[in-house]
């Protein structure tokens, strides 16, 4: 499985971005899929997950209210709606997938990894 995000970019506070995440291969071994983002001099964290089983999702305490988990039915791509962005918002983010169907916090229970985009949020 190969993963690819874009969609970062730079915005004022305030602002909102969506992140993309294509998928490619053997997309039916994707059970569950997350985004994660590290800053500056930080470690990985997670942002948000999404369960194609039962179409659950979850998020981190920074960013709930905020930010929105999606996909489409094939699995192919999902997405991260970012709105209401702040300053401690930027980092590189990442999207990732899993073949459980249990969304996942740690980054070792990932599977795939993408990339990484780049988001800054300017104050």
């Known amino acids: 499985v190969q993963l690819q995000a874009s969609g970062g970019g730079l915005v004022q506070a305030g602002g909102s971005l969506r992140l993309s995440c294509a998928a490619s291969?053997?997309?039916?071994?994707?059970?569950?899929m997350g985004w994660f983002r590290q800053a500056p001099g930080k470690e990985r964290e997670f942002v948000a997950g999404i369960s194609w089983g039962d179409g659950g999702t979850y998020y981190s305490d920074s960013v709930k209210g905020r930010f929105t988990i999606s996909g489409n039915n094939a699995k192919n791509t999902f997405y991260l709606q970012m709105n209401s962005l702040l300053p401690e918002d930027t980092a590189v983010y990442y999207c990732a997938a899993r073949r459980q169907s249990r969304v996942a916090v740690s980054i070792s229970s990932y599977d795939y990894w993408g990339q990484g985009t780049q988001v800054t949020v300017s104050s």
């Open positions: 291969g053997r997309t039916f071994s994707i059970y569950a």
